[in-house]
């Protein structure tokens, strides 16, 4: 079955500056990858997400890029503000008739002011 | 009111009792899943449901039952609770979207579960 693996857990970067998570997966029939955000207290919301046939894709400061080859994806998130401090989440599925959606162990990112 | 409602949000409990874990949603959505989180491990599947009719086991089943009293209900029991079953508690639906492929899932705000 699936199996992805996340990194690091645990980041810590200036605000303002850039941070990025990275994932890798087993499945090479994988083709949805979400990312999820989980705030204190709260449970994961969907960021952004991207399917198997681009490469990139951007929200504001928010970018997911894909690798096919080498199965692995990551979010990058630029000029970082304090409330992006949370844990976030990777995932991969084959798709919306997957029956499930496998996620990464979780990076937890904190914002230095 | 939140869209995916879970119940009791903290419960403490000791080894050997039996416990349920509420979800119910109004999302409208047929798909429903529990989840279990613990530090380091990630999001781990339990139980999944596709309709009233349909349930099926995810990757970490045992110990651990589900019903589907109705499309807006599904709950999670622990027949008999163990110290290792000290977790978060997800709740999530989905409606997925077949043109595009992508299916996201809306999550309750986690039951907290201690087991003694």
């Known amino acids: 079955g699936e199996n992805v693996e996340q990194h690091p857990s645990t980041l810590s970067v200036q605000e303002g500056d850039s941070a990025v998570i990275k994932c890798t997966y087993s499945?090479?029939?994988?083709?949805?990858f979400p990312w999820y955000k989980q705030e204190l207290g709260k449970g994961p919301q969907l960021i952004i997400d991207?399917?198997?046939?681009?490469g990139e894709k951007k929200d504001q400061r928010i970018a997911v890029t894909l690798n096919k080859t080498a199965k692995h994806f990551s979010l990058h998130i630029t000029e970082t503000q304090p409330e992006d401090s949370a844990v976030y989440f990777c995932?991969?599925?084959?798709?919306?008739?997957?029956?499930?959606?496998?996620f990464g162990s979780g990076t937890r990112l904190s914002i230095r002011p | 009111d939140a869209d995916v409602t879970q119940t009791p949000r903290n419960r403490i409990t000791k080894t050997g009792k039996r416990i349920m874990l509420e979800c119910s949603q109004t999302?409208?959505?047929?798909?429903m899943y529990w989840y279990r989180q613990d530090p380091g491990l990630g999001l781990r599947l339990i139980y999944y449901?596709?309709?009233?009719?349909?349930?099926n086991k995810g990757e970490i089943s045992d110990g651990y039952s589900v019903s589907r009293q109705a499309q807006a209900k599904f709950s999670l029991s622990l027949e008999s609770a163990i110290p290792n079953q000290t977790a978060l508690y997800f709740c999530?639906?989905?409606?997925?979207?077949?043109?595009?492929?992508?299916?996201?899932?809306?999550f309750g705000a986690g039951s907290r579960l201690t087991v003694l």
């Open positions: 999530a639906t989905s409606d997925p979207h077949m043109d595009s492929g992508a299916n996201v899932l809306t």
């Open positions: 499945d090479s029939a994988s083709n949805y």
């Open positions: 991207i399917r198997s046939n681009v």
């Open positions: 995932a991969a599925s084959m798709g919306s008739s997957a029956s499930k959606i496998i």
């Open positions: 999302k409208g959505h047929d798909r």
């Open positions: 449901s596709f309709d009233v009719k349909d349930i």
